[in-house]
């Protein structure tokens, strides 16, 4: 089993998330891939009730830097 711990920030949500995705070795070329983020009632990002948009915006552009077909989000 491996884990991932890091400490980061909205603002430096990017960085972090391409550490993860290399982490992962996902290989993404030629795929479609669908990103869930949890969506529970309108609120403002700070409460924490939903995934913050910073989270979805930097998995996106991860997903597109490795070339996945297509992004998808709800």
């Known amino acids: 089993m491996r884990y991932f ?3 980061s920030t909205y603002t430096g949500m990017q960085e972090t998330m391409e550490k993860v995705f290399d982490f992962l070795s996902l290989d993404l070329e030629g795929k ?4 869930k983020p949890n969506l529970l009632w309108p609120s403002e990002p700070e409460q ?5 948009p910073a989270v979805i915006e930097a998995a996106v552009r991860c997903c597109e830097e490795r070339k996945a077909s297509k992004v998808l989000h709800w």
């Open 5 to 7: 711990i890091a400490d």
């Open 32 to 35: 479609t891939v669908l990103l």
């Open 48 to 52: 924490g009730l939903n995934t913050h």
